[in-house]
């Protein structure tokens, strides 16, 4: 599977936006970018993916650049329960095996 | 409606014990993932099933693990002869047709004294 990299952590305020980063200079052009978070103490929950172009749902916005080497996950108001481990996960949507591989993923703090 | 169910929620067994692990998965969801995530580590794919396929097992530790899933609905995880390293939090997931979005039980945390 192609690798992604993001950095370790981040801090955010409280109602402010976030603009969470993540590189895939690997990437093929089967591959979708997929985000999901984890909440502290629960499973990992989805949060937007995308192709190409820039996605918007009621979570986030998923900004692609226009080589896919990188996107950026876009969290325009951040709360306080937005605080979790967000992971980047290229996934083709190609072949029979359809499993997540899960980096380190990159923690987000939120400050009242 | 209901999400993916995992029970126990949690386990404590001693090591050379037999565990195992229930997921029930939302109706009419075909795919079924078992992940496992140990403290301080990323989560880690250990068995996928799709349908009447065979299982990808590929990512199961040792042959003391194995899964089952019965009439395409719920699965089992089953660990034999328990080692302090299987201590995790084993998570279940499901979805639609296999490439779709995978949602996520609570996970079972395991402790093996």
């Known amino acids: 599977d192609a690798k992604t990299t993001q950095p370790n952590s981040m801090e955010s305020n409280e109602e402010e936006p976030v603009h969470l980063p993540c590189n895939h200079s690997t990437i093929s052009g089967t591959d979708y970018i997929h985000w999901y978070r984890q909440l502290p103490s629960q499973g990992p929950e989805y949060v937007i993916h995308g192709l190409t172009s820039n996605v918007n749902n009621r979570m986030a916005s998923l900004a692609i650049a226009e080589d896919r080497k990188s996107s950026t996950l876009i969290l325009h108001r951040a709360t306080l329960r937005d605080a979790a481990v967000y992971y980047c996960i290229l996934r083709a949507h190609t072949g029979a095996n359809s499993k997540l591989t899960f980096g380190k993923g990159i923690t987000l703090s939120v400050r009242p | 409606g209901a999400g993916v169910s995992q029970s126990p929620s949690n386990k404590v067994t001693e090591k050379g014990k037999d565990v195992e692990l229930r997921c029930d998965p939302i109706?009419?969801?075909?795919?079924l993932y078992w992940y496992r995530q140990s403290l301080g580590q990323g989560l880690e794919f250990l068995i996928y099933?799709?349908?009447?396929?065979?299982?990808?097992k590929s990512g199961l530790p040792s042959d003391r693990f194995s899964a089952e899933r019965t009439g395409g609905s719920v699965s089992t995880l089953t660990i034999q002869r328990t080692q302090q390293e299987d201590s995790a939090v084993y998570l279940c997931?499901?979805?639609?047709?296999?490439?779709?979005?995978?949602?996520f039980g609570p996970g079972t945390r395991l402790t093996v004294l």
């Open positions: 099933f799709q349908g009447n396929s065979a299982p990808d």
């Open positions: 997931a499901s979805s639609l047709p296999s490439l779709d979005t995978q949602y």
């Open positions: 109706s009419g969801h075909t795919a």
